[in-house]
């Protein structure tokens, strides 16, 4: 839910494994996400991804990001192409100036560019970079292992530590990043320490017995984790209960939302699969199947 101050939500610079990765748990939170990406990741520069898990044959550069993409594109947030030049502060968020279209704002910002980190420097100038070999380059631990920094509401995928040199590496630590993002927005909205943390996951339907199957359960486990000191109103405390217990009681899903999940999956992945392979494919399914009856 985007701020009356603001565009956006978050903005993210940098559509690799580590920006797809962070804006995707923000945007799947429900807050209104951007990603700028010029196509420069350094993804770019790999020949052909062999040890990306999940793909057994190994996976081309091109259809990865296209996943990558459209993954993005399916929970709601967008990816424009264009090159952001420069991140200001602006009131209590950010002003993000790209090289070609119109400046936006946002009240976070996730920076997932690995090799240059240039367009930050109006947020704290000096103190975000160092000198390595002669040269000054952005300050790989400028930013806590959980991606928050100095800046208030500036986050950092990449360039981070020793992080990001594979391509698996670069899109946990965008999770990570994307995660302590949400706790942070969770905190600003009101949520005590004790019950910002956030995870993203489904269950199944099945595994709710009859008590936590109940509202009520639930909103009693929410009361006994308040803190005495939580300084929030009887009506605010309430709205974040029922927001809260809302959105764990949905993430437990039936067989049959499983199912249609399933499917569903399956079809997108068709989608990024070369049309000649999956007649080829299916020329030989029904080969065998005829070779079997």
Avoid: K
Avoid at 154 to 179: C, E, K, W
Avoid at 204 to 232: H, I, K, N, Q, V
């Amino acid at each position: 839910m985007v701020s009356d101050a603001t565009e956006y939500d978050v903005v993210v610079v940098g559509g690799g494994p580590a920006g797809c990765s962070a804006g995707l748990f923000a945007a799947r939170y429900g807050l209104d996400t951007v990603i700028f990406d010029r196509g420069r990741s350094s993804i770019q520069r790999c020949a052909f991804l062999e040890n990306y898990l999940g793909f057994p044959g190994g996976i081309d550069v091109e259809t990865l990001y296209g996943l990558m993409h459209d993954h993005a594109e399916s929970v709601g947030y967008s990816v424009v192409d264009d090159l952001v030049e420069a991140v200001e502060r602006d009131g209590e968020g950010f002003r993000v100036m790209p090289q070609a279209g119109d400046p936006v704002t946002a009240r976070w910002v996730v920076a997932a560019t690995r090799y240059d980190g240039e367009y930050l420097r109006p947020l704290d100038g000096e103190a975000m970079f160092t000198t390595r070999g002669g040269e000054e380059r952005f300050d790989r631990d400028y930013a806590d292992a959980d991606g928050a920094t100095p800046v208030d509401g500036l986050f950092v995928a990449s360039p981070y530590g020793d992080t990001g040199y594979q391509a698996s590496m670069a899109a946990g630590r965008g999770a990570r990043v994307g995660i302590s993002l949400v706790e942070a927005v969770r905190r600003s909205r009101g949520y005590p320490d004790s019950m910002a943390n956030y995870y993203d996951w489904r269950r199944r339907e099945s595994e709710l017995d009859d008590a936590w199957a109940d509202r009520d359960r639930w909103r009693e486990w929410f009361d006994d984790r308040l803190p005495d000191d939580y300084g929030l109103t009887e009506d605010r405390v309430a709205e974040l209960r029922d927001r809260d217990v809302t959105r764990r009681l949905d993430t437990y899903l039936s067989e049959a939302d499983i199912e249609r999940r399933r499917e569903r999956a399956h079809d997108r992945l068709l989608d990024h699969v070369d049309d000649d392979r999956i007649l080829a494919a299916a020329r030989d399914i029904e080969a065998e199947r005829r070779a079997n009856e």
